[in-house]
């Protein structure tokens, strides 16, 4: 079980890493520990969604 948690702890340390990387290269400061992010009418990258209706 302590490996499996330090492992989900890799993870997200490494994801975490990701995300500063990405705010870096974006020119934004959205905070990590927020429960939610404005990211305006288009969104950024992955998190806006293709508008199209399924």
């Known amino acids: 079980m302590n490996e499996s948690r330090e ?6 340390a490494a994801q975490k890493r990701r995300w500063n990387i990405r ?3 974006f020119g ?4 990590w520990n ?6 305006g009418i288009k969104g950024i990258g ?4 293709s ?4």
């Not at 492992?7 to 997200?12: A, G, H, M, Q, S």
């Not at 934004?28 to 905070?31: A, F, N, T």
């Not at 992955?46 to 969604?49: G, M």
């Open 7 to 12: 492992k989900l702890n890799e993870f997200i």
């Open 23 to 25: 705010n870096d290269n």
């Open 28 to 31: 934004v400061s959205l905070d």
């Open 34 to 39: 927020s429960e939610s992010h404005h990211l």
């Open 46 to 49: 992955w998190l806006k969604t």
């Open 51 to 54: 508008g199209r209706l399924c």
